[in-house]
C-alpha cells in the first residue's frame, strides 16, 4: 500500500492560510483525503478527492475555506486552507484508502503535519 508524508504545517495567526502536501509512494488510484486531529478529540474527516480529481467532498466546517487537489505529475494531493480560525488547530493527516459513509479514512497513516492557528 502508499507510504504517506504530510507535510506544510506549521504556525499562522486566524486568518491566514496555509498549504498542506502530501507525498505518497508510487501512483495512487483510491479515493483520497485529508483528516485531522485536535488535542483530547477523535480524527475527524475534512476533504476528500476522487483518484481522477473530478469529485470532491468537505467537512461542513471548512466548506468555502478549504480546497483539495492533486498533483498526478508529481504524486501529490495539497490541502489549501484559508482563512484559518482557532479551531481548525490539530495534526492534518492524508489518507489514500478513503470511503463509507460517514467518510473514512483506511491505513496506512502518515505522521502528520502540525497546523496551529493562533487568535
Given at each position: 500500500?502508499?507510504?504517506?508524508v504530510?507535510?506544510?504545517g506549521?504556525?499562522?495567526q486566524?486568518?491566514?492560510?496555509?498549504?498542506?502536501?502530501?507525498?505518497?509512494?508510487?501512483?495512487?488510484?483510491?479515493?483520497?483525503?485529508?483528516?485531522?486531529?485536535?488535542?483530547?478529540?477523535?480524527?475527524?474527516f475534512?476533504?476528500?478527492?476522487?483518484w481522477?480529481?473530478g469529485?470532491?467532498?468537505?467537512a461542513?466546517?471548512v466548506?468555502?475555506?478549504?480546497?483539495?487537489?492533486?498533483?498526478?505529475?508529481?504524486?501529490?494531493m495539497y490541502l489549501?486552507?484559508?482563512?484559518?480560525?482557532?479551531?481548525d488547530?490539530?495534526?492534518y493527516?492524508?489518507?489514500?484508502n478513503?470511503?463509507?459513509?460517514?467518510i473514512?479514512?483506511?491505513?496506512?497513516w502518515g505522521?502528520?503535519?502540525?497546523?496551529?492557528?493562533?487568535a
Amino acid at each position: 500500500q502508499a507510504q504517506l508524508v504530510e507535510s506544510g504545517g506549521g504556525l499562522v495567526q486566524a486568518g491566514g492560510s496555509l498549504r498542506l502536501s502530501c507525498a505518497s509512494s508510487g501512483r495512487t488510484l483510491s479515493r483520497m483525503g485529508w483528516f485531522r486531529q485536535a488535542p483530547g478529540k477523535e480524527r475527524e474527516f475534512v476533504a476528500a478527492i476522487s483518484w481522477s480529481g473530478g469529485s470532491t467532498n468537505y467537512a461542513d466546517s471548512v466548506k468555502g475555506r478549504f480546497t483539495i487537489s492533486r498533483d498526478y505529475a508529481k504524486n501529490l494531493m495539497y490541502l489549501q486552507m484559508n482563512s484559518l480560525k482557532p479551531e481548525d488547530t490539530a495534526v492534518y493527516y492524508c489518507n489514500a484508502n478513503v470511503g463509507g459513509s460517514p467518510i473514512t479514512g483506511f491505513g496506512p497513516w502518515g505522521q502528520g503535519t502540525q497546523v496551529t492557528v493562533s487568535a
